[in-house]
């Protein structure tokens, strides 16, 4: 018995005589073989049919290789525009990982089903976030794998979006108090992992309290918006502003010396003597004082660093208000 497909993909039945078959056994195998490739051929119809009316687009890729091995319609719109031109790529040219971690994703995904989150490269040279769902599949009769892949932009957004609400300060935009207080711990544990130099600087606004009295709150919310604008535009490359609370800033200083930390804080401070809110009662400005400590054996945790800076802060407004001090 023969039975196959031929160049143009249609169905043969045939029957070559291996034993002693009468006409009727003949013709009774044959209508059985052509029902079997009927099915076969339902099957894979279906399975074409059921890739392509898909809203994500599927990839079939060789593990060992990387190369793209077949795909629906939606994956030659996004990563080709031909599927000759989608059957000549590998997937290194899609994502934007090292081909060293794209061979260790596609081992994992050999071993198990996974959900990555990855960003591809798309025809148009566009750099999309996606979330890729990979597992193993066997496909003409050799191991691969199968990713059905979707579009993750508006979820990444959504995500960037909540992060900045959790972590922003809505009047100043800089960091909030929970969110600069973890960064603090961070890198509290590693300059103390590194034996590295770090230091923590306490700011206040000086007689803000005048400020609020003579010109009202939305004068003060302001000229708070413009001084943590500046401090942060000053510290760029330096360290990273968080907001405390009311008219209280704090600072992390990573890898700093004394003579460092003095000379970027008193920047600060003449930085924001510019600083100058019109109004119809005449210019609204203000002074700061700062204090700050720089991390030492005796510190057991990042309370103790914030702890001596609070001090330094009260030394240098007891000693007059807009100056640095640090202890």
Do not use: W
Not at 10 to 34: I, M, P, W, Y
Not at 236 to 242: I, K, S, T, V
Request: contains cysteine; proline residues 2%; positive net charge.
């Amino acid at each position: 018995m023969r039975c196959g497909l031929n160049a143009k993909e249609g169905l043969e039945a045939g029957f070559e005589q291996t034993g002693d078959f009468g006409n009727e056994d003949k013709d009774s195998h044959c209508r059985d073989v052509t029902v079997l490739l009927e099915r076969i051929r339902f099957l894979g119809d279906r399975v074409d049919a059921l890739m392509n009316i898909h809203h994500a687009s599927i990839l079939v890729i060789d593990p060992q290789s990387g190369k793209i091995i077949d795909g629906n319609k939606e994956s030659v719109t996004r990563y080709a525009g031909s599927r000759e031109r989608l059957l000549s790529m590998s997937v290194d040219e899609i994502n934007t990982l090292s081909r060293s971690e794209i061979a260790a994703r596609m081992k994992q995904a050999v071993s198990n089903r996974h959900h990555f989150e990855f960003k591809h490269r798309l025809v148009n040279g566009v750099v999309q976030d996606v979330d890729v769902y990979s597992g193993p599949i066997m496909f003409d009769g050799r191991q691969a794998l199968i990713s059905f892949i979707h579009d993750a932009t508006r979820r990444k957004a959504t995500e960037r979006k909540l992060h900045l609400l959790a972590t922003t300060d809505p009047l100043t935009k800089c960091s909030n108090h929970r969110h600069f207080l973890s960064g603090l711990r961070r890198e509290f544990r590693l300059a103390r992992r590194r034996r590295a130099g770090l230091g923590f600087a306490m700011v206040d606004l000086d007689h803000f309290k005048r400020i609020n009295d003579t010109f009202g709150h939305q004068v003060g919310d302001r000229l708070l918006r413009r001084v943590a604008g500046v401090l942060q535009k000053r510290l760029a490359g330096h360290g990273a502003l968080g907001r405390l609370g009311g008219e209280e800033f704090g600072i992390v200083l990573s890898e700093t010396a004394l003579d460092r930390a003095d000379r970027v804080l008193n920047d600060l401070r003449t930085s924001v003597r510019a600083v100058v809110v019109p109004t119809d009662l005449g210019p609204a400005s203000c002074t700061i004082s700062i204090g700050a400590a720089l991390l030492s054996s005796d510190d057991s945790n990042e309370m103790s660093l914030m702890s001596r800076a609070d001090q330094a802060l009260y030394s240098a407004k007891a000693a007059g208000r807009d100056r640095v001090a640090v202890f």
